[in-house]
C-alpha cells in the first residue's frame, strides 16, 4: 500500500505548500483522503506528481473545516464515491451530490474497501465530529487523520477494534501527550501538529518529515 502526500503545510521542491492537508491512499481502490484549502493548489500539485482526478475512485473527507474540503472542486467528478462525516451539512453534502457519483454518509466503523477502514464519526465533548481512516499493513494497523479534533489519543483507541497499532500519519492538531507515542513503529507528524518538531526530537528513528510530494509505503 502506497501513501502520496499531495497538500501540505510544507513541500518538496517544485510543488506548492499551504495550510491544509490531502493525501492519496493506493489500496485496492486509489482514495484521496481530504483535499486541502485550494482547489488550484490542489491541482497543480497532482499535475506535478502526475495525478489524474479520474484516476480517483473514492474521497474521503475527515471533516467540514475549509482546509480539508477546499479543494473538492478539483477531484469531484461523476464516477466518484465520497465518504463524508454525517454530520455534515446538507448544504455541503448537497453541492457533492450534484457532482459526484455517490455520497456515502458516515456515522460508526466501517470498512470502505478491504484494507482501510473508517473509525466512524469521533467527537471529544462538544467538539467537531471527524473520521479518520484506519489501513491495515503485515505490521499492524496505521492511522490516517485529518486534524485529530476529536483528541489524537482517542482516534488511536478506536482504531484498535481492527489491530494492533503500528503507526500514524497526518494532523495530530494540539496534541501533546508525546510519551504515549512511543509504542509506535511509525509517527508522521503533518498539517496542523503543533509539536512536530519536538516528536521528531523525541523519536528521530521513527518519526519522518511531512511535505506534498512525501511517498510513504507501508
Known sequence: MKLRIVYDNEAKEGLESDWGFSCLLEAEKKILFDTGASAEILSRNMQRLGLKKEDIEIIALSHEHWDHI???????????AVYVPHSFTRGTKK???EKAAEVVEVSGPADIVPGVHTTGELRAGAGIKEQSLVLDTKEGVVVLTGCAHPGLENIL?????????????GGFHGFDNLKSLETLKMIIPCH???RKEEIRRMYPEKAVWCGA???IEI
Open 157 to 169: 483507541e478506536a482504531a484498535k477494534r481492527y489491530g494492533e497499532l503500528y503507526g500514524v500519519i
Open 70 to 80: 477546499g479543494g473538492l472542486d478539483a477531484v469531484l467528478h461523476q464516477n466518484v
Open 192 to 194: 496542523c501538529t503543533v
Open 213 to 215: 510530494g512525501v511517498v
Open 95 to 97: 453541492s457533492i451530490e
